[in-house]
T-cell receptor, first 114, second 113 residues
Framework: NAGVTQTPKFRILKIGQSMTLQCTQD?????MYWYRQDPGMGLKLIYY???????DKGEVPNGYNVSRSTTEDFPLRLELAAPSQTSVYFC?????????????FGPGTRLTVT | DAKTTQPPSMDCAEGRAANLPCNHS???????VYWYRQIHSQGPQYIIH???NNETNEMASLIITEDRKSSTLILPHATLRDTAVYYC??????????????FGSGTQLTVLP
């Protein structure tokens, strides 16, 4: 299993541009999550999904959108990028069903907005 | 969720056991203890979790005291690649709406050659 994969690894955006961060998992996990981690800080949950077609906001959803059309994929969309969105973005998945907090993370996408 | 307290840093000699403590004195009966680590510039990595019994897997052992107010993560033979920040997290196993993992400041473990 590849686990959780994320693309791209790095990206530089100009203010006002948009982009989609891709996340795919091959573990057939129902739950998926997007976190951001600012330098020297902890992770903050942006959005999560408990299954295909179901998404919900986390702690810091403003400026982001998600969709979950399949079990495997959970893309994160940034509209009108702002410097405050400069961060490392991690996607994660978990089996759910009593293992919600057994989360498996991808390698991250390092995003800079200038 | 129960608050956790960990030492900010620890050193361990390569090949020796690394014992990382965590205090969670306000833990509730339905809360599990989870351990994660984050190697520099990488995504967090799940290590192990437990409720009240000691647990062991291929990565580590988790020892939870009988009163569940503290726990110790044991890496039996630490290697240089185990250098990372280790996080102890207490969460309810069937959390209704709060799926978020909250990573505190953790313990920076440095394995010395």
């Amino acid at each position: 299993n590849a686990g959780v994969t994320q693309t791209p690894k790095f990206r530089i955006l100009k203010i006002g541009q948009s982009m989609t961060l891709q996340c795919t998992q091959d573990m057939n996990h129902n739950y998926m999550y997007w976190y951001r981690q600012d330098p020297g800080m902890g992770l903050k949950l942006i959005y999560y999904s408990v299954g295909a077609g179901i998404t919900d906001k986390g702690e810091v959803p403003n400026g982001y959108n998600v969709s979950r059309s399949t079990t495997e994929d959970f893309p994160l969309r940034l509209e009108l990028a702002a410097p405050s969105q400069t961060s490392v973005y991690f996607c994660a998945s978990s089996p759910g069903q009593g293992k919600i907090h057994e989360q498996y993370f991808g390698p991250g996408t390092r995003l800079t907005v200038t | 969720d129960a608050k956790t307290t960990q030492p900010p840093s620890m050193d361990c000699a390569e090949g020796r056991a690394a014992n990382l403590p965590c205090n969670h004195s306000t833990i509730s009966g339905n809360e599990y203890v989870y351990w994660y680590r984050q190697i520099h510039s990488q995504g967090p990595q799940y290590i192990i979790h437990g409720l009240k019994n000691n647990e062991t897997n291929e990565m580590a052992s988790l020892i939870i005291t009988e009163d569940r107010k503290s726990s110790t993560l044991i890496l039996p033979h630490a290697t240089l690649r185990d250098t990372a920040v280790y996080y102890c997290i207490v969460r309810a196993g069937f959390s209704g709406s709060a799926r978020q993992l909250t990573f505190g400041s953790g313990t920076q473990l440095t394995v010395l050659p």
